[in-house]
């Protein structure tokens, strides 16, 4: 039986949380130091219905390894 790979590009909106230390920003200055675009170390929710499907594509699906780029 053949199986497909269905990808779906999505948008949606998103808050992204961290707690840090009042030593890793700088209030006075309003300045964020390293926290100012939300990484891996952000705690990250999207926001129940603002998702939106841009596209939508499949392709046949095969578990194993594609070796032909190595001849």
């Known amino acids: ?3 497909f790979l269905i990808t779906h590009w999505i948008t949606a909106d998103f808050v992204a949380q961290k707690v840090v230390d009042e ?3 700088d209030t ?6 390293t926290n100012t675009v939300p990484d891996g170390t952000f705690s990250m929710v999207m926001l129940k219905g603002t998702e939106k499907r841009i596209r939508t594509t499949y392709e046949e ?4 390894l594609n070796e032909k780029s190595k001849e």
Request: aromatic residues 6%.
């Open 23 to 25: 030593t890793e920003i």
């Open 28 to 33: 006075a200055k309003n300045d964020l130091k």
């Open 61 to 64: 699906y095969n578990e194993t």
């Open 1 to 3: 039986m053949k199986k």
